[in-house]
DNA sequence: TTGTAAGCGTTATCAT
DNA sequence: ATGATAACGCTTACAA
């Protein structure tokens, strides 16, 4: 069955120390005994037992994802596989395991809590597209667990790395304004999420450095859902805006949508701008215009950081915005 | 800090191994002294150390999903997202964790292997995506792991639960036979795959059973890509097929931009259907015919199965095979 | 450089 | 019904 330290050592003709500091790469065995260990280990395939290893270092090497699982039920949406793959990289890299945990309601998520860090499972956890007022970030910073949030926090204990929100849809928007739209309007993402009000800050921003007043029927709040952002554009319509920045991709193909159900034409009736890059951008009719955003650099960044935070290479609540970039294509007129 | 067992017992009045037979919901303990103990951990947050636990129950609660890094590369295609879906759901009912892993060499996946299954950090795993001659197989069969494959396979003693892949195919081309077609083309999976094979079988029979002998030049290999398949429809169309079964929705939007390329129109010129029903089969131009299979009930069954092999409520190996449907919409020319 | 032995926090066996 | 006590497999002082 599976061997253990004594039995190699017993194979060996050492004491268990031994093999354990070979194991380990310690110093202080002499280069004979480490290559005679290392065969035992090779021909019987040792390999240390995970719980009891951790049992005595109190590490895992394992790191948690949380996700809110109602953000998950938009998988069409790949912003998630994306940060996932970021995150999953770097800690096969670095040699951590990944546990992914979604939750629905509080109290599965007060579970899980308990189950996987208050049990000492996880050696730290990255959270994305939680709300703000989202009780893990109170929970963890009592309990001292070393956590990043993908995604800015207005909380500077907190480490994050986010991208830079406010400047992708102010850039967005000036784009607009550049191209003569003054009835530009906004779908943003939940409100409860700091991504939904960074975005919404960017137009505002834009929208104010040019004089432009702010006009409440132009800005409607979407949930980051296909569908959802159609229902917004519908209520958009009567308005009669000349443009629209919607505060995600996918959300803008529900926009474009509602937009040609009502007859009119992108980008010659209302110009579309998105906000992700996501693969769908380049592919619907016209292409859309959008503010990439490096999701995957994200989610490796956030884990770094938490890997440092673990190791204790990093000390203090570190704070990045990693930038965005606006990509022009047929769906704002520009062309 | 963390407390223990041995904490809880102290301020209790009782010993370590009541508190273990209280949070254990053993019989045999006083109510009254039950109540107790229980109001002590609620009191302290007691909550046992999981490394210590499974050290003597050999369990760890956690069950792996592994996926070759390089079918993530498609993570525009939202299979694996609805699988991990299905699979996360199960697990969190279950109170189970589940731990990713992706791997895009042997090396890295026979370290990965180490690290996870044979330190004993994982109760078992679901494989998806793997290639019919993936090494990981016969390790998990030779180690008596429990695992499931989300996909056939050929051995008997494997446990796996699939889409019925070549009746699905075989309703796609006999609907394109219905309508007329006799110059049908495939783009396959990749033929290393079970899935790639089977839905080329499909394809097969549907045309055999019709007496219509199989072209060589009107089949050709895709790899799961958008733009693989682009390619592939390219090498196709000079072959003047007049509808392509395509192996996959995602390959489907490839083999349509080729169509629309070329100048042709879709139905009119080449009938398109596709397989697997994601949501970018009713967004894209002309609406996907399909095939639908329910890959989120595939990911939670698996992971049921697994369940019921690791805690011996399911014994033998077992073979499941889910319903496919065809969806008809307009790419394939009947409406 | 190597070995001995004491823990890490549980569960489980065996008395009582 | 409850309590000692021996594992589980490892790391890590401390001794030698």
Same mark, same amino acid.
């Given at each position: 069955? &599976?061997?253990?330290?004594?039995?190699?050592?017993?194979?060996?003709?050492?004491?268990?120390?031994?093999?354990?500091?070979?194991?380990?790469?310690?110093?202080?065995?002499?280069?004979?005994?480490?290559?005679?260990?290392?065969?035992?280990?090779?021909?019987?395939?040792?390999?240390?037992?995970?719980?009891?290893?951790?049992?005595?270092?109190?590490?895992?090497?394992?790191?948690?994802?949380?996700?809110?699982?109602?953000?998950?039920?938009?998988?069409?949406?790949?912003?998630?596989?994306?940060?996932?793959?970021?995150?999953?990289?770097?800690?096969? &890299?670095?040699?951590?395991?990944?546990?992914?945990?979604?939750?629905?309601?509080?109290?599965?998520?007060?579970?899980?809590?308990?189950?996987?860090?208050?049990?000492?499972?996880?050696?730290?956890?990255?959270?994305?597209?939680?709300?703000?007022?989202?009780?893990?970030?109170?929970?963890?910073?009592?309990?001292?667990?070393?956590?990043?949030?993908?995604?800015?926090?207005?909380?500077?204990?907190?480490?994050?790395?986010?991208?830079?929100?406010?400047?992708?849809?102010?850039?967005?928007?000036?784009?607009?304004?550049?191209?003569?739209?003054?009835?530009?309007?906004?779908?943003?993402?939940?409100?409860?999420?700091?991504?939904?009000?960074?975005?919404?800050?960017?137009?505002?921003?834009?929208?104010?450095?040019?004089?432009?007043?702010?006009?409440?029927?132009?800005?409607?709040?979407?949930?980051?859902?296909?569908?959802?952002?159609?229902? *917004?554009?519908?209520?958009?319509?009567?308005?009669?805006?000349? =443009?629209?920045?919607?505060?995600?991709?996918?959300? &803008?193909?529900? *926009?474009?949508?509602?937009?040609?159900?009502?007859?009119?034409?992108?980008?010659?009736?209302? &110009?579309?701008?998105?906000?992700?890059?996501?693969?769908?951008?380049?592919?619907?009719?016209?292409?859309?215009?959008?503010?990439?955003?490096?999701?995957?650099?994200?989610? =490796?960044?956030?884990?770094?950081?938490?890997?440092?935070?673990?190791?204790?290479?990093?000390?203090?609540?570190?704070?990045?915005?990693?930038?965005?970039?606006?990509?022009?294509?047929?769906?704002?007129?520009?062309?």
């Amino acid at each position: 069955m &599976a061997s253990t330290l004594e039995e190699v050592a017993r194979l060996a003709g050492v004491s268990r120390s031994t093999v354990s500091r070979v194991i380990n790469n310690h110093p202080n065995v002499r280069p004979e005994v480490r290559k005679r260990v290392w065969e035992v280990i090779q021909r019987v395939g040792y390999q240390p037992h995970a719980a009891a290893r951790s049992l005595v270092t109190n590490r895992t090497q394992v790191l948690g994802l949380v996700i809110p699982r109602g953000l998950v039920t938009l998988f069409s949406d790949p912003f998630f596989p994306i940060l996932i793959r970021g995150v999953a990289d770097v800690c096969t &890299a670095r040699r951590y395991h990944l546990m992914l945990s979604f939750f629905s309601d509080p109290l599965q998520q007060e579970e899980l809590y308990r189950r996987a860090l208050r049990s000492r499972l996880l050696d730290g956890v990255i959270l994305s597209g939680a709300p703000l007022d989202d009780p893990l970030v109170p929970w963890l910073l009592q309990d001292n667990t070393p956590f990043v949030i993908a995604g800015r926090y207005p909380d500077e204990r907190v480490t994050y790395v986010d991208v830079d929100n406010i400047g992708g849809a102010r850039m967005a928007v000036e784009h607009l304004l550049r191209l003569g739209h003054r009835r530009i309007a906004t779908i943003t993402g939940p409100l409860t999420m700091m991504a939904g009000q960074d975005r919404l800050e960017g137009y505002r921003q834009a929208l104010l450095s040019r004089g432009i007043p702010l006009n409440d029927a132009l800005i409607v709040e979407g949930d980051f859902t296909e569908e959802g952002a159609r229902v *917004a554009m519908q209520r958009l319509l009567p308005q009669r805006p000349t =443009a629209v920045f919607v505060a995600s991709d996918t959300m &803008a193909v529900g *926009a474009m949508k509602a937009i040609r159900e009502a007859g009119l034409h992108i980008p010659d009736d209302i &110009a579309v701008v998105g906000f992700d890059d996501l693969p769908i951008a380049s592919v619907v009719e016209p292409p859309l215009t959008t503010v990439r955003q490096p999701i995957e650099r994200m989610g =490796a960044m956030a884990t770094e950081m938490l890997i440092g935070l673990v190791e204790g290479t990093i000390t203090g609540p570190q704070h990045i915005i990693l930038p965005t970039q606006l990509i022009v294509r047929a769906s704002c007129g520009s062309l």
